[in-house]
């Protein structure tokens, strides 16, 4: 008898131990799974509306909204999982726009044959962080594809916050003498995904750098400091998020390599693998752009909080050559940041 | 970390550019052979800390820009056909054929793997016996003494299912084409550090005492390149020509006799097309007739090399020092890392590669 008829039959409904096409059907499996994994993970008052949308109030001010869709391979890894990152990625971009995460949706796509547990464990951690940031996963979708036709799992997020201030935050509002402050080492994320991917075996502690970014971010608003820019670095790393800064507020950037922390089993890597960990992809850091009367009081700030407890400065904005990045070198040679051609890693995050 | 930090540090390096400048009393020319020790010194910016009247020229070290044009088509053509597995380095995939490329290839749906050892390529081998695994074989002397023990190991374990498409070019043949050029300006190496971790340096005293050239053996931190060229410069300014070994913590002067060992077994020495340079006799490796049976040409044909066509790039000039990536009218413009018209554009030890990623189209 196959996992998807006994479930029929049997009055307990245990879902079967693989994701069959049914799950995705909009019948009885899909509803067991809904009720078995999904709303366990993520019980709140919006979800348990049982409606096809969450109906909900906005508190007054802005309104920031985005999506992000997660494809990392392998699905757990060491310091997170495909689950984590859905829910702190797409809460990381509301943060980086100054907005303080409300509510988000996931959407599944499912692969025939997925583990139910392993799905279970992934369902677990978004609810979990979600919890932690204080954010409801208020709505969702389940499709299933044939087996070959995806990858065990894939997740859409999409997620709104809200802008409790009045600041303009973004690259427009960057000026010339502000600084650029990084809120820790960078490269993790990519450099444990390509160790796992690579079967390195390497005799380290690297872990993904995975976490939320909003109560350090949170911190910096509540204490009324003026925030020019806000950006979170994951794929292309810091040297993308440089460029990209310097590229749309149609300034420079000099920054100084001396000053960009990157943790030993990150530099032993990249030197193994011929990389350049300002181009490693994280998923726990940002870089925050403000005048530089305010950095120091800023980067205690940043201290102060658990994720960004290695903040540092590491550079500055200028009026001139409009859109370049520079870089000090390790010996005090200089170069220019550009984006990476083609893709380093692919399905990072 | 150990063995990088010290070898990147500030005040040396300040201290090493300022006895470069204090010894140098005129102008040299200095071909830093290895394009790992390209990048170095666009990525450190090590040539804007000397004094101007040293040049640093590029060479011919990077194995992705010399291989044949050939022997990339002959490639896509075997990964092309159906059971066929072609395993090769990063670099090698994105280099681009007469019509397309290794990656391309595989989004059409080619079973090309991207590894890091011809040993990974052994493994799939293994598990798969049924397919046929091809390892693209290119490199200098330093990637020659893997791919002889993978095909070593291959005969020990009657792998049937595993062959090379070999590509295997030698330094010391292309250092003496560029001193022998009539309007050869280069007038001291720094010689590929890695390189001679294989082969040692006594190859190297003939070159030296026939061309008059000191040749450094260098390695490929920013002050191992300082100290290879200050080394460079004592000797120039000596009037001397001997070969000095800069790399110590590295290189011996016989090599690894080990890896020659297993080199030697495997491969014969061979006449070699290098893309952009020519034909050079005596420039290549070959597998020994003992070894055809893991010999890609003989299981798919032979690659067939023809007159190279003619192109905007200019790589051939770069390749021999002639001539600087940003003097390309194409450079940046019509040709890119996404869109490259040569290998030098694509490899992470192509010069072009170096000035684009670590300069930008802005002159230095």
């Not at chain 1, 850091?285 to 909080?305: K, M, T, V, Y």
């Not at chain 2, 002397?141 to 590509?167: D, G, I, M, Y």
């Not at chain 2, 010689?191 to 001679?196: E, F, P, Q, R, Y």
């Amino acid at each position: 008898m196959s996992d998807a008829r006994r479930l029929l039959d049997c009055p307990v409904r245990m879902p079967p131990k693989r994701i069959v096409l049914a799950h995705g059907g909009g019948g009885s499996l899909t509803h067991a799974l809904l009720e078995s994994i999904f709303r366990p993970a993520f019980a709140n008052p919006l979800l348990d509306q049982h409606h096809d949308g969450a109906v909900f109030e906005l508190p007054p001010g802005r309104v920031a909204f985005t999506t992000d869709s997660y494809v990392v391979r392998p699905l757990e890894f060491p310091g997170g999982d495909i689950g984590r990152l859905a829910v702190c990625g797409t809460a990381n971009d509301l943060a980086v726009c100054g907005a303080r995460p409300l509510h988000l949706s996931a959407g599944f796509i499912l692969e025939e044959g997925l583990d139910t547990a392993l799905l279970a464990r992934v369902a677990d951690s978004m609810g979990q962080a979600a919890d932690a940031l204080g954010v409801g996963i208020v709505t969702g979708d389940t499709k299933v594809v044939d087996r070959g036709a995806g990858d065990g799992v894939f997740i859409n997020t999409a997620g709104v916050g809200v802008l409790e201030h009045e600041l303009e935050i973004g690259p427009r509002a960057v000026r010339p003498g502000d600084c650029v402050l990084l809120s820790g080492d960078v490269g993790r994320h990519g450099a444990t995904i390509m160790a796992m991917r690579e079967s390195l075996h390497l005799d380290s502690d690297l872990r993904s750098d995975c976490a939320s970014l909003w109560p350090p971010i949170a911190a910096l608003l509540d204490a009324g400091l003026p925030v020019h820019c806000l950006r979170d670095l994951t794929r292309g790393g810091l040297a993308t998020g440089l460029v990209e800064l310097a590229r749309d507020a149609q300034l420079a950037v000099v920054a100084d390599e001396r000053t960009i922390p990157v943790s030993e089993p990150v530099r032993g890597l990249c030197e193994l693998l011929g990389l350049d960990p300002l181009y490693v992809a994280n998923e726990g850091r940002f870089l925050c752009i403000l005048p530089e009367a305010h950095a120091d009081e800023a980067l205690a700030i940043l201290r102060g909080s658990e994720v960004a407890a290695g903040a540092v400065r590491i550079g500055e904005v200028t009026p001139k050559p409009a859109g370049r990045t520079s870089l000090v070198s390790a010996i005090g040679g200089e170069r220019i940041l550009h984006l990476q051609s083609g893709e380093q890693l692919p399905r990072i995050c | 970390m150990k063995f990088v930090d010290e070898y990147r540090d500030a005040d040396l390096a300040r201290r090493l550019t300022g006895r470069i400048a204090r010894i140098t009393t005129r102008p040299w020319t200095i071909m830093e052979v290895c394009g790992g020790q390209t990048h170095a010194i666009v990525r450190f910016g090590i040539d804007r800390l000397l004094p101007e009247a040293i040049e640093l020229v590029h060479g011919p070290g990077c194995p992705v820009c010399v291989t044949p044009i050939e022997v990339i088509d002959r490639a896509i053509d075997i990964a092309s056909s159906s059971g066929v597995t072609v395993c090769t380095f990063g670099d090698m995939a994105r280099v681009p054929g007469t019509e397309t490329d290794l990656l391309s290839c595989k989004a059409m749906g080619a079973d090309v793997q991207i590894v890091y050892s011809p040993l990974d390529a052994l493994e799939i081998a293994r598990a798969d016996p049924e397919r046929e695994v091809v390892f693209l074989a290119v490199g200098f002397e330093t990637t020659a003494p893997a791919n002889a023990v993978a095909v070593l190991q291959a005969r020990r374990e009657k792998l049937a299912n595993f062959s090379l498409l070999v590509s295997h070019v030698l330094v010391p043949p292309a250092m003496e084409t560029i001193l022998s050029a009539p309007d050869n300006r280069v007038q001291g190496f720094l010689a590929a550090g890695h390189v001679c971790t294989v082969t040692g340096y006594e190859a190297y005293d003939a070159i030296a005492s026939r061309h008059r050239v000191p040749i450094v053996v260098t390695g490929f931190e920013p002050i191992d390149i300082l100290q290879g060229i200050a080394m460079c410069v004592e000797q120039l300014e000596a009037g001397r020509h001997e070969v000095a070994n800069q790399y110590r913590r590295a290189v011996q002067r016989e090599g690894n006799r080990a890896a020659q060992a297993a080199v030697e077994e495997v491969f014969a020495v061979s006449d070699r097309r290098w893309r952009g340079i020519g034909d050079l006799p005596d420039s290549g490796l070959v597998l020994r007739s003992g070894f055809s049976d893991y010999d890609a040409e003989k299981r798919f044909g032979p690659v067939v090399c023809a007159e190279e066509a003619s192109s905007p790039c200019i790589a051939g000039q770069i390749l021999r020092g002639r001539a600087k990536p940003d003097a390309c009218a194409a450079f940046g413009t019509g040709c890119t890392p996404e869109s490259p018209l040569g290998a030098p554009m694509v490899s992470s030890e192509g010069a072009c590669a170096a000035y684009l990623r670590y300069r930008g189209t802005a002159t230095p």
